[in-house]
């Protein structure tokens, strides 16, 4: 427990600056535990909230055929992976040829164009221009005036 005197200036600090203060206790963490030995929920809620879970070890060290087959496959999505980033890394340096291209185009054709097409609105950005799909109700409501159509044939 803290003397009053420190208690009392935590205190002070909450109300005058309206900020948390944390204070740190300096006993060693054995006699700090040992308050709680009669009720376990908070040491027990700290496990679960902020602990991750101990799991066994349940790999076995891989030896033989078993070991070359595994590298053979980490191998084999090492390259996968590789050529789908150079994949996407030529199809974007595509586009941005064709997108230097069709400016350079834009700005021999015309000026007027090129410089709009430059300049960056500072008001409207693209998700806030985006209209985002929703499942909401029609603006109108229900109609209660309508009427089905009679069947006239019979």
Same mark, same amino acid.
């Given at each position: 427990?803290?003397?009053?005197?420190?208690?009392?200036?935590?205190?002070?600090?909450?109300?005058?600056?309206?900020?948390?203060?944390?204070?740190?206790?300096?006993? +060693? #963490?054995? &006699? @700090?535990?040992?308050?709680?030995?009669?009720?376990?929920?908070?040491? !027990? /809620?700290? =496990?679960?909230?902020?602990?991750?879970?101990?799991? +066994? #070890?349940? &790999? @076995?060290?891989?030896?033989?055929?078993?070991?070359?087959?595994?590298? !053979? /496959?980490? =191998?084999?999505?090492?390259?996968?992976?590789?050529?789908?980033?150079?994949?996407?890394?030529?199809?974007?340096?595509?586009?941005?040829?064709?997108?230097?291209?069709?400016?350079?185009?834009?700005?021999?054709?015309?000026?007027?164009?090129?410089?709009?097409?430059?300049?960056?609105?500072?008001?409207?950005?693209?998700?806030?221009?985006?209209?985002?799909?929703?499942?909401?109700?029609?603006?109108?409501?229900?109609?209660?005036?309508?009427?089905?159509?009679?069947?006239?044939?019979?």
């Amino acid at each position: 427990m803290l003397p009053l005197a420190r208690q009392q200036h935590s205190l002070r600090l909450l109300n005058s600056t309206k900020q948390v203060v944390r204070l740190v206790s300096t006993q +060693p #963490a054995s &006699t @700090t535990t040992s308050h709680n030995t009669g009720d376990n929920r908070i040491e !027990t /809620i700290r =496990r679960v909230l902020f602990e991750s879970p101990q799991r +066994p #070890a349940t &790999t @076995t060290p891989l030896e033989g055929e078993a070991l070359e087959q595994h590298n !053979t /496959i980490e =191998r084999a999505w090492k390259l996968h992976t590789m050529r789908e980033r150079e994949r996407k890394q030529r199809t974007l340096e595509k586009q941005f040829r064709s997108l230097h291209q069709a400016m350079s185009e834009l700005e021999k054709t015309s000026d007027r164009l090129f410089k709009g097409a430059i300049v960056k609105s500072r008001h409207i950005t693209y998700p806030k221009q985006a209209k985002i799909p929703t499942e909401t109700p029609s603006a109108q409501g229900w109609d209660y005036a309508y009427k089905a159509p009679t069947d006239s044939t019979q």
